[in-house]
């Protein structure tokens, strides 16, 4: 037989229907020339399959930022005694950093009646408040007060303040750390305050940490300053909003300010 049209060669033998489509697509894949199984795996053949190499990789997920993480070690001053905890200037602080978007968790370690040496409740000193509060987490802690320290023997305030700030340094090495002075007495108690400043603002310049000083600052100006409340010592409500704005300027304070 001498036809040569559809599948008959010159020799009258039929050629595989294989090779008939191999000729068919030869153009496009000149490596489909067999009838083998790599033929029928080959993209031109996986319908509604995606090749590998068009599929993008997957970006990895970001990790949340951990919360800055700011400890408050204090006495009445810092509990929002005469106020209400929900008023004290470590709450507020805490709510206005979260309003501005900064991701914060503020621990209030305070405790009414507390000292450097003093106890107050619970026993609490301010030693015993970082050593319950402040860990390799903390990344602030803000020490205010105390004048409930008033009367302790100079050399023994000393050494707590000094055992105090090397507690923190021990616990939360990075950690930044803020020392506040008393506020103003003004009454009997006016020279013990400024001892315990003294010696605060010398344990502070020992450690290298820059000593606020809201006496000299005249936080309180007068007796009746509208930011006491009746009993002439713990904050009003306006006084924990005035503290709150004091202390929120030292703790965003860069770092490299001397704080």
């Not at 496009?28 to 080959?42: D, E, R």
């Not at 106890?119 to 015993?128: C, L, R, V």
């Not at 502070?204 to 300053?225: M, Q």
Request: charged letters at 20%.
């Amino acid at each position: 037989m001498t036809q040569r049209h559809g599948w008959w060669t010159a020799s009258g033998f039929r050629r595989p229907l294989c090779a008939v489509l191999a000729l068919n697509v030869v153009a496009v894949t000149p490596a489909l020339t067999g009838c083998s199984t790599a033929a029928v795996g080959h993209p031109l053949f996986l319908k509604g399959q995606q090749h590998k190499s068009l599929v993008p990789a997957a970006l990895p997920v970001p990790k949340p930022a951990s919360p800055e993480r700011i400890v408050i070690i204090g006495d009445s001053l810092s509990t929002g005694f005469g106020t209400s905890p929900e008023e004290a200037w470590p709450w507020l602080l805490g709510e206005d950093l979260r309003s501005a978007q900064v991701s914060v968790e503020v621990t209030n370690a305070a405790r009414n009646g507390a000292g450097y040496v003093t106890p107050g409740d619970d026993d609490s000193t301010f030693q015993s408040q970082i050593s319950a509060s402040v860990n390799a987490s903390t990344d602030m802690v803000v020490l205010f007060g105390s004048d409930n320290d008033a009367g302790q023997d100079p050399s023994e305030l000393h050494a707590a303040l000094t055992d105090a700030l090397l507690e923190i340094k021990s616990e939360a090495p990075h950690a930044k750390r803020v020392v506040i002075g008393p506020l103003t007495a003004f009454d009997a108690l006016e020279t013990d305050v400024d001892a315990i400043r003294d010696e605060e603002r010398a344990v502070a310049s020992d450690a290298g940490i820059k000593f606020v000083d809201p006496v000299a600052e005249h936080w309180v100006p007068e007796p009746d300053s509208a930011l006491l409340g009746p009993d002439g010592e713990h904050p009003s409500i306006e006084g924990q909003k005035f503290l709150e704005g004091k202390i929120k300027a030292l703790v965003t304070a860069p770092r490299n300010s001397g704080l």
